[in-house]
């Protein structure tokens, strides 16, 4: 099933890379949705997610006939959508370092990102605070390790391409990652209770 | 006690998790005939599948669509910072073009007064120079406190010496 899908993907992508206008639209409905919650969680803003998420797939459709192996396009578009983040993370440092964005819109921003979700329900905003509060205390690379096998599944080979390291490497941060995750009560807690 | 009858700690747990692959052979088999060991792993492996669950619940859907390049045109409302680059430029123009109105207006009112100042003094230096060239001398008889004429021309004549 999963293989087919896989499939179904890479040979999208080798028309889109063709020209194929039909199929690149198909291609970015495929990736939406996905790639949308993977710069959300990321950003903690909606209108931020929207905005990356467009110069995304502008960027993909532009870049992608430098796509090597259709078969690898997942890994490739978060590359680019991992590279966008860093992009706005950066851009976002330097505005708060003239003064354009201050520290008190950053708590804001991290802890009621939930505020332009009105479908919010308590589990949801508590699930995105203790998600933050885990992701916070760990490193740059455990952190997005951790969020890519986790809540984007990715295989560790594809975490691998998206990050450009080698997979023992990815393990070593997963295995890091998965020990504070261990040690972490806030969290845990909370998903034994939804997964009951 | 060989190691195949050892349960998995939590670090060999925490391995078989990211890849059971990179266990050593006697843990692998120790792990896949204990039930103990695999009920840890199974329970970590269900939070984390909880964790992407909920990921994928509590994230809002995306709004917009994707534009992509060659899409038709874009409708009147999405040209709005278009349209707001075009009117702040239109009136930044104005804005320069008004201020140096105001500049040449203000220039012109200062000239104007200029001239007006210009005459007055030249009104007055023809007033001060008709006086010294004919002096008004039925007025002065009455500082000198005399009478005579003459009297008067000399006591001028006392008082500013033409040579």
Redesign the interface.
């Known amino acids: 099933m999963m293989a087919d899908i896989n499939y179904q993907v890479a040979e999208l992508a080798e028309k889109a890379r063709a020209g194929d206008?039909a199929s690149?639209?198909q291609l970015?409905n495929h990736f939406?949705?996905e790639i949308?919650?993977m710069v959300?969680?990321r950003t903690r803003s909606?209108m931020d997610?929207?905005d990356l998420?467009?110069e995304i797939?502008?960027r993909m459709?532009?870049n992608l006939s430098g796509l090597k192996d259709a078969g690898r396009i997942r890994p490739w578009l978060y590359c680019i959508a991992l590279n966008r983040v860093r992009d706005f993370h950066r851009k976002k440092r330097i505005l708060s370092f003239f003064g354009t964005t201050t520290e008190l819109d950053a708590v804001a921003q991290a802890t009621a990102g939930s505020n332009?979700?009105p479908?919010?329900n308590v589990m949801?905003?508590e699930?995105?605070l203790q998600?933050h509060r885990f992701t916070e205390g760990l490193s740059r690379w455990e952190r997005e390790v951790f969020m890519l096998r986790?809540?984007d599944?990715l295989r560790?080979r594809e975490i691998a391409e998206a990050l450009k390291k080698s997979e023992n490497t990815i393990?070593t941060h997963?295995?890091r990652a998965?020990?504070k995750?261990?040690e972490n009560p806030g969290?845990?807690d909370?998903?034994?209770g939804?997964?009951l | 006690m060989k190691s195949k009858d050892l349960h998995l700690d939590e670090d060999q747990v925490i391995r078989s998790v990211v890849d059971e692959n990179d266990l050593s052979v006697s843990v692998r088999d120790h792990l896949s005939t204990c039930s103990a060991c695999q009920r840890k792993k199974e329970q970590i492996e269900k939070e984390l599948t909880s964790l992407g669950r909920m990921a994928k619940e509590s994230a809002p859907l995306p709004r917009q669509e994707i534009r992509l390049p060659f899409h038709k045109p874009r409708g009147l409302w999405s040209w709005r910072p278009v349209f707001a680059t075009g009117l702040a430029v239109i009136l930044l123009i104005a804005g320069v073009w008004w201020s140096g109105l105001l500049v040449t207006t203000s220039g012109e009112k200062m000239t104007a007064r200029i001239i007006g100042e210009t005459e007055n003094d030249r009104q007055l230096m023809a007033e001060i120079d008709a006086l010294e060239e004919y002096v008004p001398y039925d007025f002065y008889p009455d500082i000198s406190g005399e009478s005579d004429p003459d009297y008067f021309v000399e006591f001028l004549e006392f008082v500013v010496p033409l040579e």
């Open positions: 206008r690149l639209e970015v939406h949705e949308f919650r959300y969680y909606r997610a929207e998420t467009q797939f502008m459709s532009k332009n979700n479908g919010d949801q905003k699930f995105r998600l986790f809540v599944h560790i393990k997963l295995y998965l020990k995750f261990r969290l845990r909370l998903l034994r939804e997964a």
